[in-house]
Nanobody, 126 residues
Framework: QMQLVESGGGSVQAGGSLRLSCVTSGRTFSTYAMGWFRQAPGKEREFVAAISRNGANKYYGDSVKGRFTISRDNAKNTVYLQMNSLKPEDTAVYYC???????????????????WGQGTQVTVSS
């Protein structure tokens, strides 16, 4: 089992920034691609960003491209999501997830991910 714990959520005004962190334990972090997803009330879970095992390949959902940046520190077993220029529509619970992969790719579909964190709330006010 892998444990994932997100932090860094909170309330911010539109145009502000937040940095989410997800610390993992229980498995070899560098063998997992990592993803961030979000879910707003009444909506389906949405892909936000993903990063390959070595950090070389990054993928973003269309709604966050140019505003969010995913990164990872394999020495700290941690993945990050830097969120800039936040908008009210970014309000959601944000989840990190881990996918055991062989290659240097990362999935954008939530059903590919094996382990999930409990989520952290992000609220953006206008």
């Amino acid at each position: 089992q892998m444990q994932l714990v997100e932090s860094g959520g909170g309330s911010v005004q539109a145009g502000g920034s937040l940095r989410l962190s997800c610390v993992t334990s229980g498995r070899t972090f560098s063998t997992y691609a990592m993803g961030w997803f979000r879910q707003a009330p009444g909506k389906e879970r949405e892909f936000v960003a993903a990063i390959s095992r070595n950090g070389a390949n990054k993928y973003y959902g269309d709604s966050v491209k140019g505003r969010f940046t995913i990164s990872r520190d394999n020495a700290k077993n941690t993945v990050y999501l830097q969120m800039n220029s936040l908008k009210p529509e970014d309000t959601a619970v944000y989840y990190c997830a881990a996918d055991f992969v062989i290659g240097l790719v990362a999935a954008t579909s939530s059903d590919k991910y094996d382990y999930w964190g409990q989520g952290t709330q992000v609220t953006v006010s206008s």
